[in-house]
Nanobody, 119 residues
Framework: QVQLVESGGGLVQPGGSLGLSCAASVSISRLKSMGWYRQTFGDERQLVAVILGDSIVRYADSVKGRFTMSGDNAKNTMYLQMNNLKPEDTGVYYC?????????????WGLGTQVTVSS
């Protein structure tokens, strides 16, 4: 069982920056993949950034060049640095992880943290 706890959301003006954190209850180096999704009211969750087994971070086209995902193995924490934020970045941001188990892949989600970009 993996627990994920997001933090760092809030209200920011367009063009501003915000950093999110996702603390995992296990070593993140042992996870098959981790990532960030966001969801706007009424829409499905959309991928923001994900890192797979090849250690390459993949970003949604809408956030490339503005968002950076990173991790700290010592702290079992993943981060999402968001710069030059736009109103369309508003949403609930969820941390996501996949753990390889004896019975297959197990997916885990955090409870989410709200990000609001507005003047």
């Amino acid at each position: 069982q993996v627990q994920l706890v997001e933090s760092g959301g809030g209200l920011v003006q367009p063009g501003g920056s915000l950093g999110l954190s996702c603390a995992a209850s296990v070593s993140i180096s042992r996870l098959k993949s981790m990532g960030w999704y966001r969801q706007t009211f009424g829409d499905e969750r959309q991928l923001v950034a994900v890192i797979l087994g090849d250690s390459i971070v993949r970003y949604a086209d809408s956030v490339k060049g503005r968002f950076t995902m990173s991790g700290d193995n010592a702290k079992n924490t993943m981060y999402l640095q968001m710069n030059n934020l736009k109103p369309e970045d508003t949403g609930v941001y969820y941390c996501y992880a996949v753990q390889l188990t004896a019975s297959g892949n197990a997916e885990y989600w955090g409870l989410g943290t709200q990000v609001t970009v507005s003047s």
